[in-house]
């Protein structure tokens, strides 16, 4: 599903609040009741809300959407994100990259870098960078999961483990609203550390709508990265959550955080 933007701002909103009636988020958007009853119907058909006494509620589940509808999801967002840590990355830099949208939109951005050593379980992110042919590509082996076009299991933390990068990229399932990351498996949890706790600067990529996102397998909190880059200002107690720690927070390219 290609979102608008309201829409994807109608399903950030309820991430972030719960439930929402038709009237309060006609109210919220300045818009007719019936446009954003179009909305939501919208929403509730691609599963991502259902209704519920007159508005909406997220849809909870435990299983990821699928890669190309993700790919979508929120495409400029994530387009802005990669811009902005392509711009943290220099030419000749190392880096590990996981699986994910976000991290795919980052590689894209940095198709002008050159001599980069680059270890990444996501194909579509070795395939992006592959263009310039002074970059150093290392994959995993093991069987592609499709249509994700990844890799996952033993080998692929093995592998992370094997080096010490300059950067780490990496994006998760969803954040709790205590800053709790969550993912869709235990197996890219334990990816996601070992690219976190294999290199030098740490960077989490998420767009905003991400808080509130419900996924089962938990592993590491937000703060733990030492960069987060997201599309837009989180809400306020995680942004109050991350100002005590040593994180930094850079949103649509400006720095919020010292």
């Known amino acids: 599903m290609n979102l608008s933007s309201r829409q994807s701002d109608i399903i950030a909103l309820i991430r972030r609040e719960g439930f929402q009636s038709i009237e309060a988020l006609a109210n919220h958007f300045a818009v007719t009741p019936q446009t954003i009853r179009r909305d939501v119907n919208s929403l509730c058909d691609a599963n991502i809300l259902r209704r519920r006494h007159g508005g909406a509620e997220l849809l909870g589940t435990t299983l990821n959407a699928p890669y190309e509808s993700r790919r979508v999801t929120n495409l400029e967002a994530k387009r802005r994100i990669g811009a902005t840590v392509a711009g943290l990355i220099p030419s000749r830099a190392s880096a590990l990259f996981g699986i994910g949208t976000t991290p795919e939109q980052v590689a894209l951005a940095m198709t002008g870098h050159e001599d980069l050593t680059i270890v990444t379980n996501n194909l579509n992110v070795a395939v992006a960078l ?24 033993h080998d692929v933390e093995t592998m992370f483990r094997s080096y010490r990068a300059d950067f780490g990229v990496f994006g998760v399932g969803g954040i709790d609203r205590d800053g709790t990351l969550l993912d869709f498996d235990r197996e890219e949890v334990a990816a996601r550390e070992a690219i976190r706790e294999s290199c030098r600067t740490a960077i989490l990529v998420a767009d905003v709508s991400k808080v509130g996102r419900l996924a089962a397998a938990q592993g590491g909190a937000l703060w733990d990265a030492d960069i987060i880059v997201m599309d837009a200002a989180p809400p306020e107690e995680i942004a109050a959550a991350i100002r005590k720690s040593s994180a930094r927070l850079i949103v649509a390219g400006q720095e919020v955080t010292a």
């Open 130 to 153: 592959s263009a310039a042919r002074s970059n150093r590509i290392v994959l995993p082996g093991g069987v592609l999961r499709l249509p994700d076009r990844d890799f996952l299991g």
